[in-house]
């Protein structure tokens, strides 16, 4: 029940719910957790509501991070 | 799926399986307890023990909170609905957790079991995905007192605490909380200074996986003190597999380096500070609990939430009158031992035998992040018998 994935924010429906799409399949999450979301906002969710806010350079820093260790290492 | 596949990514692990190699020195072993049962789930899915050389060994930790619920807890949930005909609502991974006299909620709902000769044979039982959904049950049922069986650490604690509020502001007169919110500091500090860790040095501990989705809430900054006082290195890890590989390097340099500071891989979700709006309501609902019982752990101090005077009403355990019994385990069960990081799945005599996800003995076996489920669902039993296969 920890499980939870990163899911592309769709729709703002105001009062504090939107819709999300999760590799296609879209679903209606509370937003209430998180102040100033938008759309095309990518969010973590988890038992419907949305925990955090993904931030892509953040993501992207990561991603380059793994890369170089994987480099050195090879 | 983005922000899920390239963290998944087959080369990249190889990759940072070979950074890990070159990186551990051969004469020593590195030992690192990842809190989390997200983690514990990650590392046997995606077999990260195979990857890992061999004197790096991964321990699972008391983070999985479907584990550390007691019995006694359990039975309360289960006496509401047989005895008083609520309607109560939780989330599935708790239906099979098993209480006393071998029962569950899902036995409980089914009206099968030693259950004795009061109240009903069948209880209402609701599996929900979501905090909304008990509230809604609650609204379409005006006529039944509806209790949300709430659980898990400081992630569920927000949407109880968000439905809590949501009740009083409705004045909802039929809807109540089963309060098991736990926290995840709480139990590192129990774990620290368990008399395995501190004395015995039966579990040798070099550090710790700081758990991914629990930090998007709390921040990195409570861990600042198991860095600082107890000389432990902490890396918050996403949880994909390529995630808790980094981790697993950072703490390794840490150690080769003499240091202990809290370094942050899931820099991507997680900040110092965390999700100020999710603590405040948080704060608001919730205070600490004196004392509350974990399976494994035992009695910890100040390591759960239990609603504030205010919210009274909401709050099943006064609304009933309930009082804790406390309930030993089934003696053959090793979860206690293994929620504290002492023994493995495979140390206990009915792993995969009499005990399975079908039929759960303990706990450890009923959510896939426990760590017996874990190990027998995706057949990585390599770190635990030495066997080299999926046996
Ligand atoms: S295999 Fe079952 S009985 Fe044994 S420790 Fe794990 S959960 Fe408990």
Known sequence: MCLALPARVVELMGNDLGVIDLGGVRKEVSLALLDDVAVGDYVIIHVGYALAKLDPEEAAKTLALFAEMAQAGA | ?391
């Open chain 2, 1 to 391: 799926m983005k922000y899920v596949d390239e963290f998944r990514d087959g080369e990249l692990a190889k990759g940072l399986a070979k950074a890990i190699a070159a990186e551990v020195a051969p004469r020593r072993d590195y030992s690192f307890m990842e809190f989390c049962g997200g983690h514990t789930h990650a590392i046997s899915r995606y077999g990260v023990g195979d990857l890992l050389p061999p004197n790096v060994r991964m321990i699972h930790g008391p983070g999985c909170p479907v584990c550390v619920l007691p019995i006694g807890r359990m039975d309360l949930a289960i006496r509401l609905a047989l005895d008083r005909g609520v309607i109560l609502c939780t989330y599935g991974d708790t239906l099979r957790i098993p209480a006393s006299n071998g029962l569950s909620l899902l036995k409980a709902k089914a009206g099968v079991g030693n259950i004795g000769n009061i109240g009903s044979t069948r209880g209402d039982i609701r599996m929900v995905y979501s905090t909304t959904d008990a509230l809604n049950i609650a609204r379409e049922h005006p006529g039944r007192e509806v209790v949300f069986l709430a659980i898990g650490f400081e992630t569920t604690t927000p949407p109880t605490a968000l439905a809590i509020l949501q009740a009083h502001r409705e004045d909802l007169q039929n809807f109540s909380v089963l309060c098991n919110h736990v926290l995840t500091p709480a139990a590192i500090t129990h774990i620290l200074e368990s008399p395995e860790v501190r004395q015995y040095g039966t579990v040798p501990l070099d550090g710790f996986i700081g758990p991914a989705h629990v930090s998007t809430v709390i921040g990195s900054r409570p861990y600042e003190y198991f860095a600082e006082e107890y000389r432990k290195p902490v890396v918050i890890a996403g949880f994909e597999p390529l995630d808790v590989m980094q981790a697993i390097c950072m703490l390794v340099r840490q150690v080769n380096q003499g240091r202990a500071e809290v370094e942050n891989e899931f820099s991507r979700a997680v900040t110092r500070e965390g999700n100020l709006k999710a603590q405040r309501l948080v704060s608001n609902v919730f205070e600490l609990r004196r004392s509350f019982e974990w399976r494994g752990l035992g009695e910890v101090p100040y390591s759960a939430l239990q609603i504030r005077a205010g919210f009274a009403r909401f709050d099943a355990e006064r609304r009933y009158g309930l009082n804790y019994v406390p309930v030993p385990d089934n003696k053959a069960c090793e979860c206690g031992a293994i929620l504290r990081g002492v023994k493995k799945p495979r140390d206990c005599k009915i792993f995969g035998t009499v005990c399975t996800p079908e039929n759960p003995m303990g706990s450890c076996m009923v959510s896939s992040e426990g760590a017996c489920a874990a190990h027998y669902s995706f057949g990585r039993h390599k770190d635990f018998s030495g066997d080299g296969g999926n046996s």
